[in-house]
């Protein structure tokens, strides 16, 4: 039993080993060919990068940042959700919000989520109080994604199920219960999925630039390794950020769509 | 008038005052002005509580519009339908099972609508699910089952309505033969048992003969009635059977003659 799962485990991690590799090699090659920035500074290495985490780590800089920008993350995205959730249901239940929301959603999805940065800041970050602007531009960054997935799934809803829901009399809460969120759901996930990976970067982003007045995240790393011309202290940012961005996707959201989706035989089991 | 009662004396004949479902005058018109198409037109018919009416006709002709006004899923143009208690339970062409449910929650899901107690669900669930021989396959999902096996879910979930009218859209016509056979010898006798009154809609004139009570020829543009048989084989039927064949035969001949000799009135 322990060993079959080891063996799943082992099955699964060696793609992704295999592609980290590359990936790892070839940025070793570049510091082999000694590429350099104009300014003379000389390209860090995997293994540079490697043992600056240990470093920031061990003077207590990056873990206290880590959980910093993921409490950030967390507030926000939850935020993300409830809104995209709300404009969600409320364009799927009112026709009339359907042609102006519709394609206004669609519009601020590919707003890159940056530009509300200089808005944000100016509007919301009165006195020093960052929050609530790098709140505010991760929510924009995220909602639509939610609010698109929901409303995209209950158009792909088969007639036939309206009909049924109208043949069993099913009405008001027991119809949205019982069609309308578990019908809606496999398209309601895949928006979540999304808006994470939009909300991160909309969270970097506004880290960055808001910059140094915020307390702490990894965006901060970043933005004082830029200002130290610390080229491995921005690698380690980088990567670590990276590495954020992949566990939580691979742990949180690509198994509850993959359960989803099995459950229902939409992929093989 | 286009219902025309021929061949033996009507056995089932009903009295006005205890007609179970009741079209009178029934007219569908979809679209307006210049592209309005007539799908139904005064259509009118009754039928006795228990009785098992097949409606027969090429596709478009309007047969299974007639179901959907009848289960109140669309509205007259004019005429009226009237059904004595209840709304009727529907039984679509494809199974229609919701994927995210297993087989005994999609089963008893009318039920949970209509709010019925856990006990009582439990209890009806798994009688339904004896008579259409899925107690085995209760907790799988629709996608681990045939096709054959989901139209068995799909009846049962029909009859968990409790609805005295089961109205049934080509409900076999994509299953193989083999099953489709199976399927008949299992609706014949869950019929028989429950007392149900059935409207069964198809395209195919055996499974007609081999099922109703009646059998109600229509013909397209517009949908009208062109005639009515009278089916007092004894039931259970066979498919290929003397009896049924040679109905079915003389049905198919009157189907042939088409929409050119619009004869029986």
Redesign the interface.
Known sequence: MERNRLQRILRAAWPRVVAIGILLGIWQLLVVAGVQSPGGASLPGPGDAIGEIGFLVHTDVLVPALFQTLERAAIGYVLALALGTLIGLAVVRVPVLRAGVGSLLAGLQSLPSVVWVPIATLFLAIGGQVENAVYFVVIMGAFPSIAMGLMSSYDNI?P??F??A?????RGP?YYR??IF??T?PGYVAGMKQAWAFSWRSLMAAELIIGSTASSGLGQILDNGRSLDDLPEMFAAVLTILVVGIAVNDLVFAPMERGLLR????IPA | MTVALFRRPAVLTVEADDAFVTLEGVTKVFGHGKRAMTALENVSLEMARGEFVCVLGASGCGKSTLLSLIAGLDKVTSGTIEIADGRPAVMFQEPALLPWLTVRRNVELPMRIHNLETDQRNQTVNRLLSMVGLIDFADHRPHQLSGGMRQRSALARALAQESELLLMDEPFAALDALTRDQLHDDLNRIWQETGKTIIFVTHNVREAVRLGDRVVLMTPRPGRIAQIWDVDIVRPRELDSFEVSGLAHEITQRLRAGAASDGAE
């Open positions: 088969p036939l199920t009909s049924l109208r043949s069993m009399g099913a027991r019982h069609f578990s019908a759901l459950r229902r035989g939409l």
